[in-house]
């Protein structure tokens, strides 16, 4: 599956489609309005949502949400070969609901697909556009399986092998990325975890905000003990060497349990 392609597509924010397949299946709440091919998945899905939207909520933003607050139409249709999703956040403020889409096969839509997906539901009604695109995947990512991190891995100690790092800066500051852009991917989550480790969630947040709106030099600075972007991508890429070696704990092995990351670092 890892197929790269395939996920990373399914991980990635695009426009929405509405399911086309069967949708018989149809289950809503205050926040959450499902369609799924059976009415037993539609209920599992909703079940599912409403999990991680208080989940998610206490782990990234510490805090209860409003009712509506990061509410969704689920759009799910099921495939053993496919691995796609989407979130397609609403447009204005009157609309009620982000349009999220989801097609996969059963495990992956409700383990891995829906809990990323409600992450960029719930960050966008946090912070809307102010949230850099590599922060907004790098928390996103945290709900990726094992595949995936994996896979990641994998890039990371090519990286460090080879010498051939993607400019740091270069993320930080990129706008658009393709589905497939394994290296964006790799680099916006790991240097997420790097960042949670240094001061969790909040300062994170208020980093990436920052950094967005006037400079990664000033925001490594005065969010982090960095003494420029320059210190800060290269403690990044120390840790990930660090990381990397045999009995390491701090990247995500490809049989760690899901479950076990749901929450970043405090
Ligand atoms: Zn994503």
């Known amino acids: 599956m890892f197929a790269s392609a395939a996920l990373l597509l399914a991980l990635c924010c695009g426009p929405a489609e509405?399911?086309?397949?069967?949708?018989?299946?149809?289950?809503?709440?205050?926040?959450?309005?499902?369609?799924?091919?059976?009415?037993?998945?539609?209920?599992?899905?909703?079940?599912?949502?409403?999990?991680?939207?208080?989940?998610?909520?206490?782990?990234?933003?510490?805090?209860?949400l409003a009712p509506g607050v990061g509410a969704a139409m689920i759009y799910v249709s099921l495939s053993d070969g496919e691995n796609h999703g989407a979130t397609s956040p609403k447009n204005r403020p009157d609309e009620k609901y982000h349009a999220v889409t989801i097609r996969s096969?059963?495990?992956?839509?409700?383990?891995?697909?829906?809990?990323?997906?409600?992450?960029?539901?719930?960050?966008?009604?946090?912070?809307?556009?102010?949230?850099?695109?590599w922060a907004d995947e790098g928390v996103a990512c945290y709900q990726d399986g094992s595949e995936l991190s994996g896979k990641r891995r994998q890039t990371l100690m090519r990286f460090a092998q080879t010498g051939q790092w993607p400019s740091l800066e270069g993320v930080l500051q990129q706008q658009k990325y393709e589905a497939n852009d394994h290296s964006f991917f790799t680099v916006a989550?790991?240097?997420?975890?790097?960042?949670?480790?240094?001061?969790g969630p909040k300062t994170f947040f208020a980093?990436?905000?920052?950094?967005?709106?006037?400079?990664?030099?000033?925001?490594?600075?005065?969010?982090?003990?960095?003494?420029?972007?320059?210190?800060?991508?290269?403690?990044?890429?120390?840790?990930?060497?660090?990381?990397?070696?045999?009995?390491?704990?701090?990247?995500?092995?490809?049989?760690?349990?899901?479950?076990?990351?749901?929450?970043?670092?405090?």
Do not use: C, M
């Open 207 to 266: 980093f990436a905000i920052e950094g967005q709106e006037k400079g990664w030099e000033s925001a490594a600075r005065s969010h982090y003990e960095f003494l420029s972007l320059r210190d800060l991508e290269s403690q990044w890429r120390e840790w990930v060497v660090q990381a990397l070696q045999p009995g390491s704990e701090k990247l995500r092995r490809p049989n760690q349990t899901r479950a076990s990351r749901l929450s970043p670092p405090r």
């Open 105 to 133: 096969s059963r495990e992956k839509a409700l383990n891995v697909i829906l809990p990323h997906e409600l992450t960029h539901a719930l960050i966008a009604d946090e912070f809307g556009t102010r949230l850099p695109e």
């Open 18 to 64: 509405a399911a086309t397949e069967s949708t018989s299946g149809f289950a809503s709440s205050d926040n959450f309005v499902v369609y799924a091919p059976t009415q037993e998945l539609a209920d599992e899905v909703l079940k599912k949502s409403e999990q991680l939207r208080t989940k998610l909520a206490r782990a990234w933003l510490d805090k209860e």
């Open 189 to 199: 989550s790991s240097v997420t975890e790097f960042l949670l480790e240094q001061g």
